[in-house]
């Protein structure tokens, strides 16, 4: 899920839209998704491409198809605001194991704003800036503590950060590829149609235990799923916690900062491995919750996490302002 918040004039609000992305055809068009015409050709970003979110090619680098997916959220808030003239300041956040992507992705997105139309909409409006800049970067611009650390949870990656007066580290830091929750879900076998559907049923079920209700309505099933996910994640966490061990930086933490979406599945082993270092950002995600509100509503339990990020950049972006 391509996730995000922007603000306009002053006000900041959040979006979010599948992932998936097609060429050239427009199928049931629905209110979530995006027509991306530019130079001839077209794609559909969103939910009605025909892929589907299943078939997005989770394991790929995120910024093989980044452009296009900035593109189609961008596409959704011009056409939602109806924000036909003014300036753009776009920030982009990848994994820093991607850093080699950056700044072309930062000019096909610039290059895309002014060729582009979206949903038939062609905006009159200037670029001021285009940053793609590492996945923690609104994180990092939070922690001011000497020697503090973050940890990412992703779908795909984990990501530990270094952190130096509110700016990550590069050369410091280290993404742990196919270790995020996607490492889970492929070792545990449980049967779902969708792994997107399945990652929020486990953080559900490791949340607050009915997470797997959803999917599995006969006990002994529900039984087996439940103890197929333990001994799962008793497989995985030795794995994590050895590259943990390996990270030195780590080990001499003043304090550890750890956020993403699927981070909630491993708060115990968390809390027994680090102590009284961690943090979770609980001051930050109340703020959150009150200036955008809708993310309280329970069909989108879960997703604070995932926003943590980019609030937290478009929060200091402003306050910098």
């Not at 959220?73 to 994994?95: A, C, H, N, S």
């Not at 650390?149 to 130096?164: E, P, R, T, Y």
Request: with cysteine.
């Amino acid at each position: 899920m391509g996730k995000g918040c922007y603000d306009l004039d002053g006000s900041i609000r959040w979006i979010a839209q599948d992932n998936a992305v097609e060429e050239e055809e427009v199928r049931d068009l629905d209110s979530e998704s995006c027509v991306i015409e530019y130079k001839g050709r077209s794609w559909t970003v969103g939910s009605s491409a025909i892929y589907g979110l299943h078939e997005t090619l989770l394991h790929q680098n995120k910024a093989e198809q980044a452009s296009l997916r900035t593109l189609g959220m961008l596409g959704k808030v011009i056409e939602r605001e109806q924000f036909l003239e003014g300036y753009v300041d776009l920030t982009v956040l990848l994994p820093e194991g991607e850093r080699r992507y950056f700044k072309t992705l930062e000019s096909n997105l610039a290059k895309g704003i002014y060729g582009s139309t979206f949903n038939g909409l062609k905006p009159n409006v200037k670029v001021r800036r285009v940053r793609v800049l590492p996945e923690g970067s609104g994180i990092a611009s939070q922690i001011q503590d000497q020697g503090a650390m973050a940890i990412m949870f992703g779908h795909k990656d984990v990501s530990l950060l270094q952190v130096l007066n509110g700016v990550i580290q590069a050369q410091k830091s280290l993404t742990l590829s196919n270790l995020g929750m996607i490492k889970l879900i492929s070792e545990c076998g449980i049967h779902i149609s969708d792994e997107l559907i399945l990652s929020t049923l486990i953080c559900r079920e490791v949340r607050n235990k009915n997470g797997f209700k959803h999917a599995f309505s006969d006990k002994e099933a529900l039984k087996n799923a439940r103890q197929i996910l333990k001994d799962t994640k008793a497989k995985v966490w030795p794995l994590l916690s050895r590259k943990f061990d390996g990270f030195p930086a780590l080990g001499t933490a003043t304090k550890i900062y750890v956020t993403g979406g699927s981070h909630p599945v491993w708060g115990p082993e968390l809390k027994n491995k680090f102590g009284t270092k961690l943090r979770f950002f609980k001051d930050e995600l109340e703020e959150m919750s009150g200036a955008l509100p809708e993310l309280n509503a329970p069909e989108y339990t879960g997703y604070k996490n995932r926003f943590t990020d980019s609030y937290l950049l478009i929060k200091g972006g402003l306050t910098n302002a």
